[in-house]
């Protein structure tokens, strides 16, 4: 067995512990769908643009790590993606919704602001504060972004942005 054959192997147990300890009751699940969800989303849902249009006008694959941006110094390559994270260290923490939402949010202010400076939004912020969801017990991202928008914004990690 290769290296990395032993690696899945020790992820597929790793999933298969945290899902046996999710179904017995002993931590929250991860994504719980929102009551408020359907009347926040109100634009068409990916598949159904993607139905609409022609799908080979699109690219086959985007890497947002490689970009050139063009700078007044000129152009240059940045990563676009914000950074990647564990939402069990050093406890366990059922906020993949969060993370889900405030990586995807830090994600797009990389890629509108060319990512003059590297964004990672406070996702502690949307753990600790937003009142629909359930913190590390589960969430829903469409909520997460109903908080971020009735708080007119989240702090990035440091604080300063």
């Not at 007044?72 to 993606?81: E, F, Q, T």
């Not at 469409?142 to 908080?147: E, G, H, L, S």
């Amino acid at each position: 067995m290769a290296p990395s054959d032993y690696m899945i192997v020790v992820l597929y147990l790793v999933a298969l512990v945290t899902l046996a300890k999710a179904d017995a009751g002993q931590k929250g699940g991860c994504f719980v769908k929102s009551p408020y969800r359907d009347s926040l989303v109100r634009s068409p849902t990916p598949g159904e643009l993607l139905a609409r249009g022609d799908l080979e006008a699109l690219p086959q694959s985007v890497d947002w790590r490689y970009r050139t941006v063009h700078t007044p110094g000129g152009p240059r390559k940045v990563n676009l993606a914000s950074a990647a994270r564990n939402q069990h260290i050093p406890n366990y923490c059922g906020a993949c919704w969060s993370f889900a939402a405030v990586s995807s949010l830090s994600d797009r202010i990389n890629i509108v602001t060319g990512a003059t400076k590297q964004t990672n939004l406070a996702m502690q912020v949307i753990l600790n504060c937003d009142e629909y969801d359930n913190g590390c017990h589960g969430g829903d991202p469409m909520t997460a972004f109903k908080f971020i928008k009735g708080a007119g914004g989240i702090p990035d990690e440091t604080c300063q942005g």
